[in-house]
Structure formats: C-alpha cells, structure tokens
C-alpha cells in the first residue's frame, strides 16, 4: 500500500515502512535500472546484518523498474519504495536521506553488488 506525500522536492508516493527503528538505512537512486535491479537488490538483501531498512527511490523510471520493485517489496518487508518524477540521483538520495532512521546510512547504486558484510 503506498500513500502520497508531499516535501520540499514534491509530491511522491511511498510504501509502508516495515515498523521498529533499524540500525542502518541503506539508500538507492534509480531511473531505469531494470538490467541490473535484481542483483543488486539481493546483494543487500543477502547481508549477514539483518537489522536495516532499503530505501530505494524510483526516478520515474520508464522501463521496467516500477514492475521490478513493486514485486521485490511485496518479497521482503524492509524495501520501501518511493515513486517520484524523474528529478535526478541527487534529488533521489536526498529525499531518500530525509527519510531514513537508521543510525548509519549506505548508499547502493543500482549496478553495485555488495560485498555479504558489507553492513
């Protein structure tokens, strides 16, 4: 279920956070990604530290990105997806930031693959 917000960059939409206060926000921007989502995605998902949130920012993606993380959070309760219009990376990891709760945030990039500990 995802609600409309609105902050300084805009109106967005955002899913239901997963409850309890994580250790780490882990933080993602992108925008038409769908080639390399999945792997990356699991590699974050795959941690050996399992107390995080994943806050991923879908910059008005025109492939297949929307389809791809709608069906990945519905698989894990700690992605929580922010759609926006295409504003730009920095606009994404911002909006991303401002969100986020946990004590420590780490950026991913959609064609990143992290390393099991690397949390």
């Not at 955002?14 to 309890?20: E, L, N, Q, V, W």
């Not at 995605?41 to 795959?46: G, P, T």
């Not at 949130?53 to 709608?70: A, P």
Request: no cysteine.
């Amino acid at each position: 279920m995802s609600v409309t917000k609105r902050d300084k960059w805009g109106e967005y939409q955002i899913s239901s956070s997963p409850g309890g206060i994580p250790r780490v926000s882990v933080v993602m921007g992108v925008w038409n990604g769908d080639s390399f989502l999945r792997e990356s995605v699991a590699s974050i998902l795959n941690q050996k530290f399992e107390k995080f949130e994943f806050i991923i920012v879908n910059d008005g993606s025109t492939d297949k990105t929307g389809e791809i993380l709608e069906e990945l959070q519905s698989e894990d309760s700690r992605i929580i997806v922010i759609e926006q219009e295409h504003l730009g990376l920095t606009t994404a990891l911002n909006r991303a930031i401002a969100l986020a709760q946990g004590d420590y945030v780490a950026r991913q990039d959609v064609d990143d693959i992290s390393h099991p500990e690397r949390l």
